[in-house]
């Protein structure tokens, strides 16, 4: 099959590492000459263009753009499609982008591999990024079958856990599991950069250790992402922040109120809860 990648970074060079090992003919476009470059020397993909004419034999096309690029980007691509050809997206947030696209190209089936890492950019591209990663998909009552089975089958080819679910859904899961997190551990990063004294915040820098790291991994990456998902999912986000901001509240009352059983309580809770999460290792 011929499988073009518009985006090639972390995610979209991932895919075409995945996808070419298994026989298919890899096709790319970036918007910088020498990521195209970069990406045949390197056999992730076997041509490589910032031109989207590149794609018009493709029969399968991911499209791996930042979201606040992806309706430039498909403006610019779509006059060198031909009709059979499916378009599948890889965005975070999924509404929206089934909104914009679904009515302009019948083949569009919405999809969102949950793996990525703190770093960004094709250099940080590797094989078997999605292995048992959830790898969603958004079907409405338009999506082609067959346009979906193609996408699904390219997915659980990656070895990923396959997920169907309404685009709105989606979007209102992720702000719990994703999205929500970004912002919580920026937050404590900012807190932490925040310690007025300055010995102390040197010994906490000093002083961090696996706790930390854990807790300030996704506040650490990349700025566009998490401007991103806060723009393009803001009102399930929202949500989620203040429902999140209760629950601090309610701890922050516990604590002060000196109530150690009550706490103990809350700490078993979340203890049994956690196990209800299908968290990849």
Not at 71 to 82: R, W
Not at 160 to 180: E, F, G, K, M, T
Not at 181 to 186: D, E, G, K, R
Request: hydrophobic letters at 40%; glycine letters at 8%.
């Amino acid at each position: 099959m011929r499988i073009g990648i518009v985006g090639l970074g972390l995610i979209g060079g991932s895919l075409a590492i995945d996808l070419r090992r298994q026989g298919h003919y890899l096709l790319g476009v970036s918007r910088r000459p020498e990521t195209c470059q970069q990406a045949v020397s390197q056999g992730m993909v076997d041509q490589a263009e910032p031109e989207m004419a590149l794609m018009q034999s493709a029969e399968v096309i991911f499209l791996c753009t930042p979201l606040g690029a992806l309706e430039n980007a498909v403006d610019q691509l779509l006059p060198h499609l031909s009709p059979s050809t499916i378009l599948t997206d890889v965005g975070s947030v999924k509404a929206p982008v089934v909104a914009q696209l679904a009515p302009r190209w019948p083949n569009f089936v919405g999809g969102h591999p949950m793996a990525g890492k703190a770093e960004s950019g094709l250099e940080a591209a590797e094989a078997g990024l999605f292995v048992n990663r959830a790898y969603v998909l958004t079907p409405t009552e338009t999506t082609p079958p067959a346009a979906l089975k193609t996408v699904a089958g390219l997915a659980e080819s990656l070895q990923s856990q396959l997920y169907y679910c309404d685009p709105v859904a989606h979007d209102r899961a992720v702000a719990w599991i994703s999205h929500l997190p970004v912002m919580l551990s920026a937050s404590l990063i900012a807190a932490c950069l925040a310690e007025p004294e300055p010995a102390v915040a040197e010994l906490a820098e000093n002083l961090a250790s696996s706790g930390f790291r854990d807790t300030s991994r996704v506040g650490g990456g990349n700025p566009e992402l998490g401007v991103m998902m806060a723009r393009y999912n803001q009102t399930a986000l929202l949500q989620s922040l203040l429902a999140y901001r209760k629950q601090l509240d309610d701890m922050i009352q516990t604590i002060q109120q000196q109530d150690w059983s009550g706490l103990e309580q809350k700490l078993a809770q979340t203890q049994q809860g956690r196990t209800r999460f299908k968290i990849c290792q």
